[in-house]
């Protein structure tokens, strides 16, 4: 009984302090003031993918916050496309990601690449939250309803109905040529969709 | 008995944590206090090494990283910012501007110096903020966040005034979260709270 209970206290004490001192890896700007919400360290991978680089990218259409409806087949032949799912508004990590891939439009320029802006949430909540992140040069588009149908059909839809934190290029063919689905909690570093992008342009 | 005796410990294990954890939650620097220990890798760069006032100099020679109060300058300002924070986009083009107020005017020159942090930037991150912004101090990485930690998670950006003074001593004057407003303004405040001129 007492080894129970001791390993009981011992749990506990690992417990409460890995939650009290949680690794918080993220920086908060101050533009959002008090309004972000921690949801915490969540599971860094929480689905399965259901394509693979060299498979088509399944098509999709899907409203921005702009008002505009936008297919992925929309930029067949035209651009290579990089998409950027994140996983919720008004989060840590996600509100200090796309503002940094708003100031580089040039490498994208640079690479006949266009990024979209992808998220489970509806538009009225990408739009008061993007508003915040300044003029997006991008589309910001809402994965709402069917409740994650586009994050499902690429699997990269969690079990908490939120989106991985996922980057998928996209070629002018339409073929995926990269895939990114790491640790939700770390925001992918902007050299990786560059480099990519190079290479894609350099192949080419 | 015995039970009790774990009981207790077990409550006293749960309190330690959270006393003990709460206790380790740093706070940002306080003027008047003191500046968390961390070193700056030195640039690579010659002209920022020589902004920076570190090219020469029995205490840095052969050393790759030094301290804020090694910088050769009467005050430092520290701004710490992030590459994807919009506020820090919108403020850069007035840091540049305090910037070359500082070095046209002659008697500010070589005092105040300008140094950037770059909190969960990486390498890259923080040149395609230089580059884009074209800002001219020096910026430095801080990637895994450990910085942004001893700082006590500041929201960005956050700036920090300090003023050195002989043999390693210095004084905080200004630590404040937000954008400094008014270029003019904030130089004068400056010069005011360091006393220099």
């Keep these: ?204 | 008995m015995k039970r009790f005796w774990s009981f207790y410990l077990l409550w006293l294990a749960l309190f330690l944590t959270i006393v003990g954890g709460r206790a380790l939650a740093v706070s940002p620097p306080q003027v008047g206090g003191a500046l968390p220990d961390f070193d700056l890798a030195v640039p690579k760069d010659a002209a920022e090494k020589n902004y920076l006032g570190l090219s020469r100099g029995l205490p840095l020679f052969g050393k790759e990283t030094f301290k804020i109060q090694q910088i050769k300058a009467d005050v430092v300002i520290l701004e710490i910012f992030s590459m994807y924070c919009p506020h820090c986009q919108a403020e850069a083009p007035r840091v540049n501007d305090l910037y070359a107020k500082i070095d046209k005017n002659p008697s500010l020159r070589g005092k105040i110096k300008i140094i950037g942090i770059g909190i969960g930037n990486n390498v890259y991150e923080v040149e395609t903020f230089k580059k884009k912004y074209k800002i001219p101090f020096p910026l430095f990485t801080d990637e895994d966040f450990s910085l942004h930690k001893k700082f006590g998670e500041v929201r960005t950006p956050y700036f920090i005034v300090i003023r050195n003074y002989p043999k390693g001593s210095y004084r905080i004057v200004y630590s404040q979260l937000g954008a400094f407003g008014e270029v003019d303004q904030f130089l004068s405040q400056v010069i005011k709270l360091t006393g220099i001129k």
């Design chain 1, 1 to 204: 009984m007492k080894r129970y209970i001791c390993g009981f206290s011992l749990f506990f004490a690992v417990a409460a302090l890995s939650f009290f001192n949680a690794p918080t890896a993220y920086s908060i700007s101050d533009v959002y003031k008090g309004n972000i919400y921690n949801p915490g360290i969540l599971k860094p991978v929480d689905s399965v993918l259901k394509v693979k680089i060299g498979d088509v990218a399944p098509d999709f259409t899907l409203k921005a916050v702009s008002g505009e409806t936008i297919s992925l087949k929309d930029y067949r032949d035209r651009k290579n496309v990089v998409l950027s799912f994140v996983p919720a508004a008004w989060t840590p990590v996600c509100s200090d990601q796309w503002p940094g891939y708003n100031i580089v439009k040039d490498l994208f320029d640079q690479n006949d690449a266009i990024l979209l802006g992808i998220s489970v949430d509806n538009l009225p909540t990408l739009f008061s939250w993007t508003n915040h992140m300044g003029v997006l040069w991008f589309p910001v588009l809402s994965d709402f309803y069917p409740h994650g149908a586009v994050a499902s059909s690429l699997g990269i839809l969690r079990s908490d109905g939120m989106a991985e934190r996922a980057l998928f290029i996209i070629d002018k063919q339409g073929i995926i040529r990269y895939i990114y689905v790491r640790d939700i909690n770390i925001r992918p570093p902007l050299d990786v969709i560059i480099k990519e992008l190079e290479k894609l342009k350099e192949a080419s």
